[in-house]
């Protein structure tokens, strides 16, 4: 069987659930990377599920994965895995290719029948054999008796009695990584809480599968995963959409502003508005409308209303909100567009991972029509900047688009909940009374940062029309007067640019004194990091500039690149940041990593190409 | 609900209207129709402040800058989007969406349906003159078949929407019309439909003076409109004709006009309006009279009670925050998830 030594202790290890869409792979995984954090490692998690949602079962287009990254200096979810679990033959089929050489499997050898083989397309009937598998690196567990052995008594049915799989593999993947089994049954009891025999069932097969474990392969190596200490506080495990849902409920919080989502189903955006859907328990009104434009158009109703007004949507739908997010800009009216973008173009790679939708953010609309673009660079880092979407929505009044993506919105990290004093208060621009009996009109602006001022419908003497029209700059009535227009169009754009003044400057990562800059923007940053560390602890010395801020840029950022004799951008489309950096630094070269296979990046991928790069 | 006398308000017409010179053409219908909307206001005595006018794009969508309320001039199409979210997030104020039968119904028709399905409380107002006047002169959705205008140069070849039967089709619970020439009835189906709790579709026949002028004057000019349309109030005989000599009578499953001492017809024969009946079928006979065969009705032809989408938007929210009850975010999440301490 396996190598012989006892435990092996590890910076971190990568662990890949894998099995039919049903077979609970995604609570086996979740239960185990919060049973990790819970003992002070960092977790990063990622599933990749079939676009299918009920693809027959047994066969290889009905995998699905969980992919849990634990220990410290966890950036990603990893590239590929230390273990794999595979709960049939078609998971082991599908998922060989994500186990690193070396790495072991854990298998559930009573699927190997017949019929399994057969729907799973193996030729033979000894998978292990007809996949090249070494022996030595494969556990074979009968789970499925050791499964109805251990709750012959229980007097479940059959069928129920299957559904408890998941728990036997984590129980044996516990075991593995010398996980302690009483805190897995504390997750446990809170999940069945209502239901004691569900939980009483679960927690037994858990405990069979750790005394399979420690008894059949007590020879076997297990592993002892290093901590790293984290800021003191109360954490818990989120992922890119829900993070992005509770940014924007704070930001209603610290602005006073009520929450609106105005929105319509699209993958992979759909969970923010399931989760501002539940939150009307926080007062929020999230409304589900009859298309994207409904959607982003009733936000900017709710938004001349006086709330904090967001659409959500991917790359598609946000292509179909461009005219309305130009109203937005002519009206100067606060409003958050959230893009998780997906793989495109057209309908595209629906649910895979793309940074594809960076220009259309930026100018996908008719005329001249800038507006703010954030990006978020993991899942915990979405909660932070839906917040700060909203802040910088509410502040400087003007439609801010958030880019995330497939990959983020659907990771987890262990995130620490943030303190009541954590986040800023949140100050819109309303009009004042003084201001109201002085004689206000609609597009006064401050002079300091050409906001104009927001005076909330109900608000006796603030009456006015705002529109799609041209306004003068001096009365706010519509005009056609072309000087005009060339000073209104200058003074939207100078708002947009002085929000430079109300954002954090580039801090540059990695050795920021090396001669060459790895630069990233939005979700690849995991990646990025580790690839830039692995670099520095490799001999190849590197810098790393990675962008949250897209328009305006920090007001450092250009100098900042300025000084490096490579620049390399890393992105995952065919180089559109590069294109927009490239535009700003005329006298620098800029060099490009690229990748468009519906995929994150790997660190391999970054590194080898940083070094090809600079050996060229 | 529909109440047809003036009421005496705080208000006075002119509290709605602003100094904005007005800039529809001379002639165009859009100006009565303005005119009738401010006193309409006034009689509802609803605060300006308290009043929020959205449109879309079109010579009509300009209105909102003629009123001294709260107003958004938006989009082509979306008006009713717009002010659906206006309404969603705030119930507390009076909502009325401008569109033409091009907004409303050709690049906003799903917009408009769905507003009406939900039934949220707007006042929706159709300026239909069956033509695009801003783009100078093409069909629009309610343009009869055969319709010759720049983009039909041989005659239209499609069916157009009656406004009316998308209403119903899309469950509506108030359909009103009026006339732009006939200011005292355009006067009360807009107080009417200002008092229904739910979306209010007030369909306007509106003349546009250069592209398509008296293309209602058939029905609606001074020497032949009480011939050709019917005038229908709540609770009274539908009777038309110069000295109201005829009246609606049920044929089958349909209506017949007959006179009043002819072929044995008296006036118990004819129908009594009922607007507030929930089922629609003879709302929708009445509505769909065209003027030809039957007298086009005008009035509120519906106006029924049903639940509205922003007060149980906001009901929900009330009910379920009292029941969790949590102070804030941080507070749900510490409540709902699995969390761990770190020190």
């Given amino acids: 069987m396996l190598d012989n030594t006892n435990v092996k202790t590890l910076d971190r290890v990568v662990v890949r659930f894998s099995g039919d869409s049903g077979d609970g792979m995604q609570l086996a995984g979740n239960i185990f990377s919060n049973v990790s954090a819970g003992e002070g490692n960092e977790i990063s998690t990622f599933p990749d599920y079939p676009a299918e949602i009920r693809a027959p079962q047994g066969s290889l287009s009905g995998v699905s994965g969980f992919q849990v990254h634990i220990g410290k200096g966890v950036h990603t979810p990893g590239d590929q895995a230390d273990v794999l679990i595979a709960m049939n033959p078609a998971a082991l089929k599908t998922n060989l290719k994500f186990l690193k050489p070396g790495g072991i499997i854990i298998c559930d050898s009573d699927t190997f029948r017949e019929a399994d083989l057969k729907k799973a397309q193996y030729t033979t009937s000894d998978p292990v054999a007809e996949l090249g598998i070494d022996p030595q690196r494969i556990m074979l567990v009968p789970m499925t008796t050791l499964l109805k052995e251990t709750l012959k008594d229980s007097g479940m049915d059959p069928k129920s009695v299957l559904k408890c799989k998941n728990m036997l593999a984590l129980g044996i993947v516990c075991w593995l990584f010398d996980r302690d089994v009483e805190a897995v049954l504390r997750k446990l009891q809170a999940k069945f809480a209502k239901k004691p025999a569900v939980y009483e069932a679960n927690a037994k097969v858990i405990r069979a599968g750790w005394d399979y474990g420690h008894n059949t392969h007590s020879s076997m190596s297990t592993y002892r995963i290093e901590t790293e200490s984290v800021k003191p506080g109360t954490y818990t495990d989120v992922n890119g959409n829900t993070a992005t849902a509770w940014g924007l409920i704070m930001a209603s919080e610290k602005s006073g502003r009520p929450l609106y989502l105005g929105s319509y189903p699209i993958t992979p955006a759909t969970d923010i508005l399931h989760e501002l859907a539940k939150r009307k328990d926080l007062g929020v009104k999230a409304c589900q409308m009859e298309d994207e434009i409904a959607g982003v158009c009733s936000a900017i109703g709710a938004s001349f209303a006086g709330h904090l007004a967001v659409t959500s949507t991917s790359g598609p739908g946000l292509a179909l909100k461009s005219e309305a997010l130009g109203l937005a800009v002519i009206a100067e009216l606060p409003l958050v567009a959230i893009d998780v973008q997906r793989g495109g173009p057209s309908t595209g790679l629906p649910t895979k991972t793309e940074q594809t939708d960076l220009l259309q953010a930026l100018y996908g609309r008719n005329g001249e029509s800038p507006l703010c673009v954030l990006a978020a660079a993991s899942p915990t880092d979405c909660f932070t900047m839906a917040f700060e979407a909203a802040r910088i929505a509410l502040e400087h009044m003007t439609p801010v688009i958030l880019l995330t993506d497939a990959f983020i919105a659907n990771g987890s990290s262990a995130w620490r909940i943030p303190e009541e004093s954590d986040f800023p208060e949140i100050k819109p621009r309303f009009v004042s009374k003084d201001q109201l009996e002085a004689g206000w009109r609609p597009y006064d602006r401050d002079d300091k940062d050409k906001v104009r001022y927001w005076a909330l419908p109900g608000t006796e003497g603030g009456q006015h029309r705002v529109g799609g029209l041209e306004k003068d700059f001096k009365t706010s009535v519509i005009s056609t007067d072309g000087t005009n227009h060339e000073k209104m169009v200058m003074t939207r754009r100078e708002k947009i640019a002085r929000i430079a003044d109300d954002i954090p400057e580039l801090k540059i990562g990695g050795q920021p004194d090396a001669k060459t800059v790895l630069v990233g923007w939005g979700g690849t940053y995991g990646h990025l990091l580790t690839a830039a560390n692995e670099l520095n602890a490799s001999g190849t010395p590197v810098a790393l500039a990675h962008f949250r801020y897209i328009n305006p840029l920090p007001k450092n950022a250009l100098e900042e690149l300025s000084r490096y004799d490579n620049i390399i951008v890393a992105e995952l489309n065919t180089g559109m940041f590069a294109d927009y950096l490239q535009s700003k630094l005329p006298g620098k070269y800029i060099h490009r990593i690229n990748k468009i296979e519906g995929q994150p990046f790997m660190v391999k991928e970054l590194t080898d190409g940083v070094k090809s790069i600079l050996n060229d | ?343």
């Fill in chain 2, 1 to 343: 609900m529909t109440e047809t006398q003036t009421m005496e308000t705080n208000f006075k017409p002119t509290d709605f209207k602003n100094e904005q010179s007005v800039r529809w053409c001379p002639g165009c219908g859009d100006h009565a129709i303005l005119n009738v909307l401010h006193k309409a206001m006034a009689d509802l005595g609803v605060a300006p402040h308290q009043t929020v006018v959205v449109s879309g794009i079109g010579c009509s969508s300009r209105l909102p800058y003629y009123m001294n309320t709260y107003g958004m001039h938006t989009i082509h199409g979306r008006a009713a989007a717009i002010a659906t979210g206006v309404k969603t997030a705030r119930p507390d104020l009076t909502v009325w969406q401008i569109s033409g039968d091009g907004d409303g119904l050709a690049i906003g028709g799903n917009h408009f349906i769905h507003a009406v399905r939900r039934n949220v409380d707007i006042n929706m107002l159709l300026f239909n003159n069956k033509i695009y006047g801003l783009t100078k002169g093409q069909y629009s959705p309610t343009s009869a078949r055969g319709f010759v205008s720049k983009s039909s140069p041989y005659g239209t070849t499609e069916d157009p929407f009656i406004p009316a039967e998308l209403c119903f089709g899309a469950r509506g619970n108030f359909f009103a019309r009026g006339i732009d020439v006939a200011l005292d009835t355009t006067r009360e189906v807009l107080t009417a439909a200002a008092r229904h709790k739910g979306a209010s579709v007030v369909e306007i026949l509106q003349n546009c003076v250069i592209f398509n002028n008296g293309i209602h004057s058939g029905l609606t000019g001074k020497d032949v409109r009480f011939e050709h349309t019917i005038h229908l109030r709540q609770g009274e005989k539908m009777l038309f004709g110069d000295n109201n000599e005829k009246g609606l009578v049920q044929d089958g499953f349909g209506l017949k006009a007959v006179t009043i001492g002819q072929d044995g017809y008296t006036l118990d024969d004819v129908l009594v309006h009922d607007a507030h009946t929930p089922a629609n079928f003879l709302h929708q006979q009445l509505a769909m009279m065209d003027g030809v065969t039957l007298p086009l009705a005008i009035g509120v032809i519906r106006d029924v009670e049903a639940p509205t989408y922003e007060t149980d938007v906001q009901r929900q929210v009330e009910e379920v925050k009292a029941k969790k009850n949590w102070k804030d975010l941080r507070d749900m999440i510490l409540s709902t998830k699995e969390t761990w301490e770190v020190k």
